[in-house]
């Protein structure tokens, strides 16, 4: 074989695992716990078996965050089997650089804290062999009859031909993606009493080895906890509690449950600004493919039947001229960033409808990079309201000088609750990925590698100019449905499908394959017109 590294080929004879191949390497490169053998994201227990390329992945990688977070609640799971054997935990959801962890009818102490961080740091030093043990569907049969454990039990529902599990000495569990080859590989984590749970923490991409203080995301927390309670009192909790739901029929009562909760909680945000009296605007921000057209205009008519009527101002309007827009890092023009909006003709435009006086807005023409009057005037009446949506509406320098008793801000995104399993949770940003894919294809034209290739500048905006802000929201409005990956699942998976091994995407898009292959399908006949879903895949009456 020849595989091609750091651009130098090297030969084979036989095959050969990629740690083997390049243990020398591996040794002089720092801290790494993954590689990518032809695009595709691989253990470096991997065995080579033809021509290729291979990479290696650290922390600082995308995916290589994503195994480690992996196998630091492998370690968890695993201190906690071994110093509380009863002890039955759920891996509910991240906040912000850790996963939120509770257990059922068991109670968090400083002593848990400290024996599960003890037992924790005793596995990493020991630098355990973690190893991937893989069954034929029979024998896969047998060992669940006899283990009585729902660990990995899923896959058996997918892959018809083999099932895996990773082991650590006796202990055994599943974590669908790559592991780490062995336990040593945590430096840097903690773990925290938090709430009626604990937080399994690390390090952010940007200070890998750091372990940053619990920033208490109280509002995000609390949106997170209505959902995951609902879902967990109506049995969808996990994937496997889903696929049953569709395999029964129960689609038009997974629709009708989705509808209802979105209306009803839309309809208590509209109540809510009704109530306050004095709200004159409306600020809706969240980051991309949160459904955010179909949030404004079913919070219109809900504003409507409380008698308010909403007006809307585009902030692209209010770009500043070209000449004057901020560049990034690399010379680019920077449309993201908050100086990119002329704030002071924004301000004053608002400043003066809400005093009663007629504006003329501006049209900003975005071929010549400059703004344009064309006689469009606005006054608004007194029972109407301004409704601002934008990456910026959280941030008060957008309105700095409009009072904040007058302002009410929404914060929207998809915050999935929904678990692969206990242990395996479903990222958000996967899931606004994956509508994203199917939005731009449907709508734009746009092929998968098109949205993956501009998904890390789209997610370094957010994490810049919303993610900061959103504890400063009146209110958030979670807009996931529980059933969406299997709506998404058949338009999606042809589209990654698509996209070519020849591109670093690539493992991306056979990640999210593998995500959407462990949803049964449920097709959208039955999904109403004005549902938010509609939103991505195409029927939508907010279009």
Not at 57 to 77: A, E, K, P
Not at 339 to 363: K, Q, S, W, Y
Not at 470 to 496: G, T
Not at 501 to 518: D, F, G, H, M, N
Request: hydrophobic content about 35%; glycine content about 4%.
């Amino acid at each position: 074989m020849k595989i091609r590294y750091n651009g130098e080929d090297y030969y084979f004879n036989d095959k050969i695992s990629i740690q083997d191949a390049f243990c020398e390497q591996l040794q002089n490169s720092g801290e790494i716990i993954a590689a990518r053998y032809n695009n595709e994201v691989a253990s470096l227990k991997q065995v080579m078996d033809k021509d290729g390329e291979v990479s290696f992945i650290n922390r600082q990688d995308r995916d290589g965050r994503i195994i480690y977070i992996r196998g630091l609640l492998y370690i968890t799971s695993m201190a906690f089997r071994e110093v509380y054997p009863m002890a039955m935990l759920t891996v509910n959801y991240q906040l912000s650089n850790a996963m939120f962890v509770t257990i059922d009818d068991f109670i968090i102490t400083d002593d848990v804290i400290n024996n599960i961080k003890a037992k924790m740091q005793e596995i990493i030093d020991k630098d355990l062999d973690i190893r991937k043990v893989i069954m034929t569907p029979t024998e896969a049969d047998m060992f669940y009859e006899k283990e009585k454990t729902l660990r990995g039990r899923l896959q058996t529902d997918v892959d018809k031909e083999k099932v895996s599990l990773y082991y650590c000495e006796d202990y055994f569990n599943y974590f669908y993606g790559t592991m780490p080859v062995s336990t040593g590989f945590a430096k840097h984590y903690d773990i925290e009493k938090y709430r009626d749970g604990f937080l399994v923490k690390y390090p952010s991409i940007t200070e890998p080895n750091e372990i940053q203080d619990t920033k208490d995301s109280l509002k995000l927390k609390s949106a997170l906890d209505e959902y995951n309670a609902i879902n967990k009192v109506l049995g969808l909790n996990t994937v496997y509690k889903l696929n049953n739901e569709i395999k029964r029929g129960k689609e038009k009562k997974l629709i009708l449950f989705s509808e209802a909760l979105h209306e009803k909680k839309i309809a208590e945000i509209a109540n809510q600004i009704k109530a306050r009296n004095n709200v004159r605007m409306i600020l809706i921000a969240g980051p991309s493919s949160s459904g955010k057209t179909t949030f404004a205009g079913k919070l219109g008519m809900a504003l409507r039947v409380n008698g308010i009527k909403p007006v809307t101002i585009s902030v692209d309007n209010y770009f500043v001229e070209r000449k004057d827009n901020p560049r990034d890092e690399l010379g680019n023009y920077d449309f993201e960033c908050i100086e990119a909006i002329d704030i002071d003709l924004f301000n004053r435009h608002l400043v003066a409808l809400l005093n009663g006086e007629e504006v003329e807005l501006p049209t900003f023409d975005f071929t010549v990079g400059s703004k344009r009057y064309l006689g469009n005037t606005l006054k608004l009446e007194k029972d109407q309201v301004l409704v601002i949506e934008g990456i910026h509406c959280l941030n008060d320098k957008l309105t700095s000088l409009i009072p904040k008793e007058e302002k009410f801000k929404i914060y929207i995104s998809d915050l999935t609750v929904l678990n692969i399993d206990y242990y395996n949770r479903i990222s958000t940003t996967d899931t606004r990925l994956i509508r994203r894919i199917v939005r731009d294809n449907q709508f734009r034209g746009y092929k998968a590698l098109h949205t993956l290739k501009m998904w890390y500048s789209v997610n370094r905006g957010e994490q810049k100019n919303i993610f900061p802000f959103q504890e400063e929201a009146d209110v958030m409005f979670n807009s996931s449905i529980v059933y969406e990956l299997a709506v998404l699942k058949d338009y999606a998976i042809p589209l990654l499908e698509e996209v070519p091994q020849t591109e670093p995407e690539y493992s991306e898009a056979r990640r999210l394959i593998v995500l959407l292959k462990y949803f049964d399908s449920m097709k959208g006949d039955l999904i109403p017109n004005n549902s938010l879903i509609k939103e991505f895949i195409g029927g939508s009456i907010y279009e």
